[in-house]
């Protein structure tokens, strides 16, 4: 089964993080590769050497993209050095290719029939960003082993890969109280 956790809500990688636990109880192998983000998230180190049958990836540069646009100047000033901006459907082509050599790996990964949970965090972000493309993507979904559940999670799911899966959950935000002002804390959202 193909599974999306998209939306603007919390919890899409806490999600796939409990199924990660759920499969490994059930004795299953886990993999999984995080997208756009660098060893500097608390879970990180506990996933790492929880279990020998969890293989944990990570790939991403240690700053944030937007493309021309998605950030008011104020916004743009409060990430300064933090965030890279680049013109709509030019993303930086180093980053383009450590993705993609991050895909690669995943997908052989999912393909290989070693895992029964494949989970592609922040997936969909990396193709709303450019970083990946569908072709890329659809080619994975067309090769993945019957018994591998595959996870993509991330906002924007893109709708061809929504009308694809099995499962979609979109996770909406209600009220969140980075809205005043309240930073990422330790242990809840890094």
């Not at 796939?16 to 759920?22: N, Q, Y």
């Not at 993945?144 to 559940?149: I, R, S």
Request: some cysteine; proline content about 4%.
């Amino acid at each position: 089964m193909l599974q999306i956790y998209t939306g603007t809500g919390k919890g899409k990688t806490t999600a796939a993080i409990g199924l990660a636990i759920r499969s490994l109880g059930a004795g299953r192998r886990v993999y999984m590769m995080q997208f756009m983000k660098g060893l500097a998230y608390s879970e990180q180190s506990v996933l790492r050497g929880f279990a020998p049958q969890l293989v944990l990836q990570t790939t991403g540069k240690p700053f944030f993209i937007a493309a021309e646009g998605m950030l008011s100047e104020e916004e743009r000033a409060a990430w300064g050095e933090d965030v890279v901006v680049f013109p709509p459907g030019k993303p930086p082509a180093d980053y383009v290719r450590l993705i993609g050599e991050g895909f690669d790996e995943a997908a052989a990964a999912a393909c290989s029939g070693e895992y029964g949970l494949v989970i592609l965090d922040e997936l969909n972000v990396a193709l709303f960003f450019g970083l990946l493309d569908r072709q890329r993507v659809e080619a994975l979904l067309d090769r993945v082993p019957a018994e591998t559940e595959l996870v993509l999670t991330g906002r924007n799911a893109p709708e061809w890969l929504v009308a694809r899966a099995d499962l979609v959950t979109d996770m909406q935000e209600v009220k969140h109280y980075y809205q005043q002002g309240v930073e990422a804390r330790r242990g809840i959202e890094n």
